[in-house]
């Protein structure tokens, strides 16, 4: 883990100064976010309360009827211990009448929904609280493209989309993240008995080390096998990030003007701020 | 002479030039009423960094006005400030000015536009072609901006020509986390300006910016270093600051005295020889 391993309290002091500097150069003072019981919106939730203070903190709890109890528990840990508001919004309701159209939906079509449901119910809660709503995607899920496009990978702000899913653990550390919610295998939570490493097929610091290796170091395919990882997981690996790539992008734009949006129209979003 | 410098590590605005020259004015107004000498703000005080299609619309020319009234409140203090200038046949430069008693002394435009990784400078600016040392009431002095000094020949030209304080402005972006107490990009630079300053036996003045663009930090950490290599200032990281130091003129003359190296460096040695590797690569 030696390339991964960071400096936690620089790592806290540069992500709750994103949030605290870009959410208040939108002319905002507060944050929302969904809390799932899991590690990386609770980490998330921590930055938040550090950065804007937990009066500014909203979080929304949004259990679907599948969803594990432990997971609300986690989620309401990490309220009582921040002192952040909160409120429980069931989606049960909105995504069945969805899916009684369509019986025959299987699990991802489902997680799929919930996932942008959650996200419709963030954006509202957003402008009715004049807070900006931040992501909660690392960079290990991102890059393989685990996570839904325009439901979980929505936010305005993501204070952790640029570390891994170990570097998320040590974080979580540094800043007292309640144990259980530091121990606990990863889930998304969509049915019971699922998580994360079962349905990727290898583990989170397996996948941290060939993605920083392949990504941050640009090691390529042969270097990468010296170094001991598997030809097989690393093609594998290499197909997810490249298969996944659209879902990292705006969508694309067909060209007919001289100023395309984004190609050759090219502004940052701190324009003016 | 002894001469107190002040380091204004300001946080710009991106795009915003009268505000961002509202926070070089009031940093100006600060360091006067500190009795600093010199005041030194980052690459691109007046614009912030990641312009852009931005680029046009907050160029300035060195005419302008607003460039006029910096120019005017050096009587009362010298400024070494970054902005993005557009030259009368509408080449835009990431350029630093240094104005002294009312007057420009010199206009640095940067040579080199890194456009690699997270940077994409030549796309937008162009570049500029000379590195010249002038001359200030505190000695011959060089301009370098950020990514300048990244080349050895640069601070090695200025040195050549004469400058014992290299004045270095900076927007650099805070990357590269590890065990480490600092970020990657803070212990390379701050190696790169003590070394800088040991090898030529000048000083160096460093002035980064901080604040975050589009997510990206800036680290601050001005830093001023004697010839020795010795930081004698040094600005917070990742917050605003006003460095304020002496540069003593004796640690300059003892260092002088010390390591002789700028004396027995050879100028004909280094022009023949890079003559003939010009040469040599034409004929190839």
Request: charged share 25%.
């Amino acid at each position: 883990m030696t390339g991964l391993a960071v400096n936690t309290k620089l790592l806290r002091k540069v992500l709750a100064g994103f949030i605290r500097e870009e959410v208040g150069k939108v002319g905002l003072h507060k944050a929302v976010l969904g809390l799932s019981g899991g590690i990386d919106s609770a980490l998330v939730a921590y930055l938040a309360a550090e950065a804007l203070g937990p009066d500014n903190v909203h979080v929304c709890i949004m259990p679907y009827r599948t969803s594990s109890p432990s997971s609300e528990a986690h989620a309401r840990l990490v309220v009582d211990a921040l002192g952040i508001g909160c409120d429980v919004i069931e989606i049960t309701s909105m995504v069945d009448a969805y899916f009684q159209l369509f019986p025959e939906a299987d699990n991802m079509r489902r997680g799929n929904k919930m996932a942008r449901e959650r996200m419709t119910i963030l954006y509202d809660q957003s402008a009715a609280m004049n807070a900006l709503v931040l992501g909660t995607s690392n960079k290990t899920e991102l890059l393989l493209g685990y996570g839904t496009l325009h439901g979980d990978m929505a936010s305005a702000l993501n204070p952790i989309g640029d570390i891994y899913k170990s570097q998320v653990w040590q974080l979580a550390e540094e800043m007292d993240v309640p144990r259980p919610i530091i121990e606990k295998k990863p889930s998304a939570d969509l049915w019971a008995g699922q998580t994360d490493e079962q349905e990727l097929g290898f583990t989170y610091r397996e996948v941290d080390e060939l993605l920083y290796h392949m990504v941050d170091l640009r090691m390529n395919r042969s270097e990468l096998v010296l170094q001991g990882f598997a030809p097989e997981f690393i093609d594998l690996v290499y197909a997810k990030v490249q298969n996944s790539h659209f879902k990292r992008r705006l969508p694309v734009i067909a060209k007919v003007s001289n100023r395309t949006i984004d190609r050759d129209f090219r502004y940052s979003r701190d324009w003016g701020k | 002479m002894d001469c107190t410098v002040a380091l204004a590590q300001i946080k710009p605005k991106l795009g915003c030039v009268a505000d961002n020259l509202a926070i070089v004015e009031a940093a100006i107004d600060r360091g006067i009423q500190m009795k600093a000498d010199l005041v030194v703000f980052p690459e691109l005080a007046l614009t912030g960094y990641f312009l852009k299609d931005l680029v046009p619309e907050v160029a300035l020319s060195c005419h302008s006005p607003q460039i006029q009234q910096l120019q005017e409140l050096s009587r009362h203090i010298s400024i070494a400030v970054g902005f993005v200038e557009v030259s009368p046949d509408y080449l835009f430069f990431n350029s630093a000015l240094y104005f002294e008693e009312g007057e420009l002394r010199h206009l640095h435009r940067k040579v080199y536009l890194p456009t690699y990784g997270m940077f994409d400078e030549q796309r937008y600016l162009a570049r500029g072609e000379r590195f010249r040392a002038f001359d200030t009431r505190f000695g011959r002095v060089g301009l370098l901006i950020c990514e300048d000094m990244w080349h050895l020949s640069a601070s090695y030209i200025l040195a050549m020509d004469g400058a014992t304080t290299l004045i270095c402005l900076s927007s650099s972006p805070g990357r590269g986390i590890t065990t480490d107490d600092s970020l990657g990009s803070t212990s390379a630079w701050q190696r790169l300006t003590a070394t800088t300053a040991m090898f030529l036996n000048c000083r160096v003045l460093y002035c980064n910016r901080v604040g975050y663009e589009d997510g990206v930090n800036f680290w601050g950490g001005s830093e001023a270093v004697a010839p020795s290599g010795e930081v004698t200032a040094r600005g917070a990281e990742f917050e605003e600051d006003f460095v304020v130091t002496i540069m003593d003129q004796g640690a300059l003359r003892r260092e002088r005295i010390f390591s002789p190296m700028m004396r027995d460096e050879s100028l004909a040695i280094t022009g023949n020889e890079l003559q003939r590797i010009a040469r040599e690569r034409e004929s190839r």
